[in-house]
């Protein structure tokens, strides 16, 4: 049985709910459902439109229900397309009823109507096996896939360029802003007039933001020799400042997850870090850091 992750859970305490976009119902008059059964058809056909919704202007949406109907009272199936339904929940293991593999880590995610057939019209993961036979010269080539990021610094300078100030801008969430701040007579931030301020989001939201740059801070930056110093010293300033802004959280439910990511996501990192990259973290912890580490914080 697959694993899955609700998108509910993702920002766990608060729950600060974020709702995405609704799949069309059934617009037929006389659905046998009332009209409450997501569609999984687009009819193009205006005549079959006019008459089964009168009041709608066509195309129509149509459940599997009302689609049989027609296709079986038809001479001539109408003109047809595929609606991709939303995901609920991402499987975190291959959701092919037929998969066989000993690695059954979901990689890739499929969102071509063949392959969402076998998965009720929604996009259907895949571990690499599966993929490999979905996916060849033979089947599939022109799917539309969605795969993991690979390593970044496999990748070429522009885009690994765009990554990493992800990550960066990600960790940086957990930071207070200037407005948040005990006002400082001695300090340099300027704080923006109360009608230039952009709507930030409170500061608990951020911070469970900043997991995500956590999470892909270890899942595709892997502290090797061979990654750039000046690239992973701005990574590696960013998390200083981090580990800055969550050392003195309160024991609630947001603290009780940020502490966790600590000890269980990041723990093995840093110890990598140390070992391929130990006179970085030193020069990034002095007081006049280079200028790549120069990030956040008093900076």
Excluded at 115 to 135: M, V
Excluded at 263 to 289: G, R, Y
Aim: glycine share 4%.
């Amino acid at each position: 049985m697959p694993l899955f992750l609700n998108f509910s859970d993702s920002y766990a305490a608060g729950d600060s709910e974020t709702s995405g976009w609704k799949a069309p119902l059934c617009q037929h008059e006389s659905c046998p459902n009332r009209s409450d059964t997501e569609a999984v058809k687009l009819c193009e056909d205006h005549a079959i439109s006019l008459i089964l919704a009168p009041e709608k202007p066509p195309p129509i949406y149509l459940c599997e229900d009302c689609f049989d109907e027609i296709r079986r009272n038809s001479c001539i199936t109408p003109a047809m397309v595929d609606v991709l339904l939303p995901v609920q929940q991402i499987a975190l293991t291959c959701e092919n009823k037929n998969c066989r593999s000993t690695e059954k880590l979901a990689l890739f995610t499929c969102f071509s109507p063949e392959c969402a057939l076998y998965n009720t019209n929604r996009p259907l993961r895949y571990c690499l096996q599966c993929h490999n036979i979905r996916h060849n010269d033979r089947r599939g080539a022109d799917h539309v896939v969605h795969t993991v990021l690979p390593s970044v610094w496999d990748l070429d300078p522009e885009t690994q360029s765009y990554v990493i100030e992800c990550v960066v801008s990600l960790l940086g969430e957990a930071q207070l802003h200037p407005s948040e701040k005990p006002n400082n007579p001695q300090s340099n931030i300027i704080i923006p007039p109360e009608s230039e301020r952009i709507d930030w989001l409170p500061l608990d939201e951020r911070r469970l933001i900043s997991r995500y740059g956590v999470w892909l801070l270890v899942s595709i930056v892997p502290p090797t020799i061979q990654a750039p110093q000046r690239a992973l010293g701005r990574i590696v300033g960013m998390l200083f400042q981090w580990y800055q802004a969550t050392a003195y959280l309160t024991d609630d439910q947001v603290g009780s997850l940020l502490e966790k990511l600590k000890s269980e996501i990041l723990h093995d990192w840093v110890l990598k870090l140390l070992e391929t990259h130990q006179n970085l973290v030193m020069t990034c912890l002095l007081p006049q850091a280079p200028d790549y580490a120069r990030i956040g914080g008093s900076w």
